[in-house]
DNA sequence: AAATTATGGTTTATAATATAAACTAATTTA
DNA sequence: TAAATTAGTTTATATTATAAACCATAATTT
């Protein structure tokens, strides 16, 4: 009845960053860092940790002499996430069937 | 953008827990074990929380010579879990916006 | 040009969590 | 009466999330 939830993706910050890759395909990690409200630490881990669950693919340039992590979805990231929302609208729903 | 998740139930143990009493609004230890395939220790621990956080309450009487312990959600514990459900679907929904 | 501040991160330390394993206590069965 | 079952609780451990501290380079100020 209740499915596991994927560890990688029952995770506040995590799951935001997925969410805003999901629609938006490529961003940047300050752009990530500004819309989930994260310090750069925190961000920095789990975009580590997403990258290692192959669900997001991250590469490193240098912008206007800055460093530059982007960061992009990857096909595993989105079927994950896709499997992820079904799992927990069965914890959400009522109709718990 | 992306509310804060409510710890107490951004963990999938007790929010299997609640959503099963949302709908029942009543049921024994035994019961929430069964249906959410939890151990007897970590069940316990979880409805702990849950009762500290006021979301439960929980009443402990005899029932064929064997402790019964049973749980069933409060107001506080419904408030929660419709907020939840409404925050975590900001997370899930292509519509962020 | 030396010192200071800002940018864009990473690494490390810590506190909180989830979970399983071990335990308790009473009951039933063999 | 010894073993197994029921219904849990407590304790130990491994994992997590998070913040704090740190690093390297670039830009700015004095």
């Known amino acids: ?12 910050l995590r799951l ?3 969410s805003l ?16 409200n994260s310090t750069a630490g925190n961000l920095s881990v789990q975009i580590q940790k997403l990258k290692e669950a192959g669900y997001i693919e991250v590469e490193k340039t240098f912008k206007d002499n800055y460093p530059q992590t982007l960061c992009k979805i990857t096909k ?3 079927h994950a996430f896709e ?6 609208n069965e914890y959400l729903n009522q109709k718990n069937k």
């Open 16 to 18: 935001a960053v997925v």
């Open 83 to 88: 499997k992820y929302v079904k799992d927990i």
């Open 76 to 78: 595993a990231g989105v």
């Open 1 to 12: 009845m209740f499915k596991e939830l994927d560890p990688i993706l029952h995770s506040q």
């Open 21 to 36: 890759l999901v629609s938006v395909k490529e961003a940047e990690f300050t752009y990530l860092k500004e819309q989930t």
